[in-house]
C-alpha cells in the first residue's frame, strides 16, 4: 500500500452545514465566537490565497501530486524515468529544481505537460 511522503498541511478547514432556518443566526453566533470566519454561499477566495505553498514549491507539490495520482511511488517513478529517487524527493521538496530534460521524462510518465513542472 502507498503512503504519502509528507502530511499535507491543515491549520484551516471550511465547514458547511445544513439545518433549520430559524436557528442560522444562533449557529453562525456560535461558531464565530469559536473563531471560525463566515462567508457566503458562492463566495470565493482566490487559490492561490488558500493554496498553503510558496511559488517557489509548485513545481514539487505538482510533481508529487501527480505522482500520487498515478498510484507511484518515488521507486517506481525513479525506474519509468530513469531519475534517482533521492533527485525525485529533493524535487518534490522543493530542493532541487526540475529543469526542462527532467520535466520532459516526469511528464512522460505522469500523462502531464512538462510545462506544469517548470513554473508556477
Known amino acids: 500500500m502507498l503512503e504519502r511522503t509528507r502530511k499535507p498541511p491543515t491549520e484551516n ?16 453566533k456560535r461558531l464565530v465566537e469559536l ?3 463566515v462567508r457566503e454561499a458562492g ?8 493554496f498553503p505553498f510558496k ?7 505538482f510533481l508529487a501530486g501527480a505522482r ?11 525506474e519509468a524515468t530513469g531519475i534517482p529517487r533521492r533527485h525525485i524527493s ?9 529543469g526542462k530534460q ?8 505522469l500523462k502531464m505537460d512538462p510545462r ?4 508556477a
Open 13 to 28: 478547514v471550511e465547514l458547511c452545514f445544513t439545518g433549520p432556518a430559524a436557528r442560522k443566526d444562533e449557529a453562525v
Open 35 to 37: 473563531g471560525f470566519a
Open 43 to 50: 463566495e470565493s477566495i482566490p487559490w492561490r490565497e488558500a
Open 55 to 61: 511559488d517557489e514549491e509548485l513545481p514539487g507539490v
Open 68 to 78: 500520487y495520482r498515478e498510484g507511484l511511488t518515488q521507486v517506481a517513478l525513479a
Open 90 to 98: 529533493e524535487m518534490e521538496n522543493g530542493k532541487r529544481p526540475i
Open 102 to 109: 527532467n520535466a520532459r521524462k516526469l511528464a512522460e510518465a
Open 116 to 119: 506544469r513542472f517548470l513554473s
